[in-house]
């Protein structure tokens, strides 16, 4: 007698609709299968939704940054609440070069802005001596 296992059931699908994987979408051995046309009309597609031609090419400029396209893709696989968080507080400086950038020995990356820790600790004082 031949043992067969048993067909294991199909995986549930999400009710959400997936995200396909930023690495796929992206992923440039596609873009070398498609001709001259495809890429052409790939283009305008990206342009109208971009809103520009200029916003494009920061983005491609961005892309050709040493590590810039793993960061971009690193930063889109994020959660949504993580990409929002670390959008808002990079927004929120008014300068990128003046945050500081920690890692503790825990693997916990810590970024802050000295000048409003030092705003922060201000007011503080101020309302302790109120």
Same mark, same amino acid.
Do not use: T
């Given at each position: 007698?031949?043992?067969?296992?048993?067909?294991?059931?199909?995986?549930?699908?999400?009710?959400?609709?997936? /995200?396909?994987?930023?690495?796929? *979408?992206?992923?440039?051995?596609?873009?070398? /299968?498609?001709?001259?046309?495809? =890429?052409? $009309?790939?283009?305008?597609?990206?342009?109208?939704?971009?809103?520009?031609?200029?916003? *494009?090419?920061?983005?491609?400029?961005?892309?050709? $940054?040493?590590?810039?396209?793993? !960061?971009?893709?690193?930063?889109?696989?994020?959660?949504?609440?993580?990409?929002?968080?670390? /959008?808002?507080?990079?927004?929120?400086?008014?300068?990128?070069?003046? @945050?500081? *950038?920690?890692?503790?020995?825990?693997?916990?990356?810590?970024?802050?802005?000295?000048? @409003?820790?030092?705003? !922060? =600790?201000? !007011?503080? /004082? !101020?309302?302790?001596?109120?």
């Amino acid at each position: 007698m031949k043992y067969e296992p048993e067909e294991k059931p199909a995986r549930p699908q999400p009710v959400w609709p997936a /995200r396909p994987p930023v690495h796929k *979408v992206l992923d440039r051995s596609d873009l070398d /299968r498609c001709d001259e046309q495809e =890429l052409e $009309q790939l283009i305008k597609s990206i342009i109208a939704k971009y809103g520009s031609p200029a916003r *494009v090419l920061e983005l491609y400029q961005l892309s050709e $940054q040493p590590g810039g396209l793993e !960061m971009i893709r690193s930063l889109m696989a994020l959660p949504e609440k993580g990409r929002i968080e670390l /959008r808002s507080f990079l927004m929120r400086a008014p300068n990128p070069q003046l @945050i500081s *950038v920690d890692v503790d020995s825990w693997g916990q990356l810590r970024l802050s802005l000295p000048e @409003i820790v030092e705003a !922060m =600790l201000a !007011m503080r /004082r !101020m309302a302790v001596k109120a």
